[in-house]
């Protein structure tokens, strides 16, 4: 993985880890990864570290994700019980009618996730979901067009912290409605909606993960 000044990554790497880097070099996307929905993704090369565009279609609701794995429960290979961090280093091309998601999701119940809808207010807003319950809450961070590295950190057994740009956020930690059942392995997943009938995008710049082992 290239690791550029403005983009270091700061998930360190130690023994008894294991370390994830994606850092969207080149044109195409690697076979680890999928996307899907009703827009498309482009991989923008020549670009100081590498880009990923996620786009929707121009329809209301459209949508489109990347992910692992082909099908949203093919890569399910991190466990809460074991430490585990994401960072993702993303900026919105809209703010406007709009919704957001970077997720670790076992399923539609059972997830942990940033998440940013024009209509729910200004605000990113964090959640964990664990059977079904579990309700969001605020960031206190506004979104905007800028880039942010958006950072989840679960503490075994019951607390996730919530980070943007290095700073933790309002609410953080959250330490119920964890997915922690022994099967809740969760998948890396982002997606972009858009509201209306204009088509909306993000550029995705690293994802990184550990996961202790
Ligand atoms: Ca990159």
New binding site residues.
Partial sequence: M?V?GH?AVSIDFAQDRLLFG????GTQLRDLWSNGGTGGVAVVDA??????RVTTGALTNNSHHLQWGENPNEIRSLHVDKKVTIEV?AKLNQTTQIAVEYRLRFDWNNYIFFNYNSLGGANWFIRCRDGGAGAGLDSGIAADTSYHIFRIECFPPDEVHFYIDGVETANSPITTNIPDDAGDFLQPALNIQTLTNLAKSMD???IAIRQEI
Avoid: A, C
């Fill in positions: 290239s550029k983009e994606e850092d969207f070099l670009q100081t570290g590498g880009i990923v280093r995705i710049d690293y």
